[in-house]
Structures are given as C-alpha cells and as structure tokens.
C-alpha cells in the first residue's frame, strides 16, 4: 500500500504571509498532482507534476516534484483569504492516473485578513 | 464544457435502506471512478472502470456496495443496507486514458454526494 504523508494537517495563517505545505511517501509515482477542495465541492486540480525535480508556478504557487518522485511541496507566497481551503495530494503509479490515486489525508488551511 | 455531474447533492436515509448515486462523466472520458471521501480526509478509490468495465474493484466492500457502468458513460453506485458508518461523501472522477500510450490524463471530480445514515 502506497501511503501519502502531508504535513502540516492544519495551518492558520495572517494574509500576506508565506507557507508551504508538503507531501511525502517512501513510495515512487510516476506523476504527482495536487488538488484544492473547498467545503461541500469536489477536488479541483491544480496542477500535475511529472519529472522528478519539476518545478510548476501557478501565480503565486509554486509546485515541486522531488528528485526520486517521492515527495512534493506547494508554496504559496504572500497568501491571500481566497487560498483558504483544503489541500490534496495525490499520486499515480502508473501512466498518469489510469490506475486510480492514492491521496495523502490534506492539508486544511485558513488564511486570516 | 459540462464537468463530471453527480446526483442527488445529499442524501439522508436511515440505517438498513438502500441508496443508489449517479454519475455523468465529462463526453469522452472513457475511464470513470468511484471515490468515498469521509470527513477530514483524502479521496480512498472505491472502484474503477474503463469504457462498461470494472477494472479494480478491490476496495468495494462487496457485500453492500455494487456499482455499474452499463454503457460506458454514466455510472451507479448501490449500497444496501446502509449502515451508520457508511455516512461519507462519495464522489465520482473522470480521465481519458490513451491506451495505446497506456496514460491517463488528468482526473476531474465532480461535487460528490454528501449521505448521512442515521
């Protein structure tokens, strides 16, 4: 069984402050995609990692993939009341998703004004 | 273009009925997925299907969950009887994969189905 460890589990923050939530498995995927989900609606991707020490940026998000696939981060700078919500990682072993992901319990956020 | 649609939004029944969700997927998604999401977690896969097959069902609990996709489009989720424990979200994801490359695009999610089981 492929585990997802993200951390931290919650994290309150003031606006305009910086954070960075991570994602780690002694497991390989072949790619990495992170989702953001707010109460009562699905997941919604933000974006999908592939090789190992990607970076992606996302306006004020920036996505990390490590080198031997196991681990990513998402950083995002200078955060904003809008970036409030729950944060989901998650893996697929094989070819990009076909097979199902396996995603870590999510990081919930809260940015205060 | 119309995302995943699930149906109904909610749904409260009471212990040992049944209950049944469903599922559009986006047009031309041939592989759909069934997810149950409980309260302050991650998505764990329940079931997975490419174009009217189930592929990986080994997390369906078989004894009160089933599942069908005839056609290949959109699907239905069963649980009967429903215990208390079953009370979850439970949402439905969609991908095109390209079997000749053996990838799979991007899955998108639809709203889920928030039950309650009292």
């Known amino acids: 069984t492929q585990l997802l460890e993200q951390s931290p589990q919650f994290l309150s923050i003031q606006e305009g402050e910086n954070l960075t939530v991570y994602c780690n498995s002694s497991?390989?995927?072949?790619?990495l995609q992170w989702y953001r989900q707010e109460p009562g609606e699905g997941p919604v991707l933000l974006v999908t990692v592939v090789t190992g020490g990607e970076v992606k940026k996302l306006k004020r998000l920036t996505f990390q993939f490590g080198d031997a696939r196991k681990d990513s981060s998402l950083h995002i700078t200078a955060a904003q009341t809008g970036d409030t919500g729950l944060y989901l990682c998650a893996g697929a072993q094989y070819g990009g998703g076909a097979d199902g992901l396996t995603f870590g319990k999510g990081t919930h956020l809260i940015i205060q004004p | 273009e119309a995302g995943v649609v699930q149906s109904p939004r909610y749904k409260i029944i009471e212990k040992k009925q049944p209950v049944a969700f469903w599922c559009n997927p986006i047009?031309?998604?041939?592989?759909l997925y069934w997810y149950l999401q409980n309260l302050g977690q991650g998505p764990e896969l329940l079931i997975r299907y490419e174009n009217e097959e189930a592929v990986d069902d080994s997390q369906l609990p078989k004894d009160r969950f089933s599942a069908e996709r005839l056609k290949g489009v959109d699907s239905t989720l069963k649980i009967q009887p429903a215990e208390l424990g079953d009370s979850a979200v439970y949402l439905c994801a969609s991908s095109y994969t390209s079997w000749g490359s053996k990838s799979s695009y991007e899955q998108y999610f639809g709203p889920g189905t928030r039950l309650t089981v009292t």
């Open positions: 497991s390989v995927f072949s790619s």
């Open positions: 047009s031309g998604h041939n592989t």
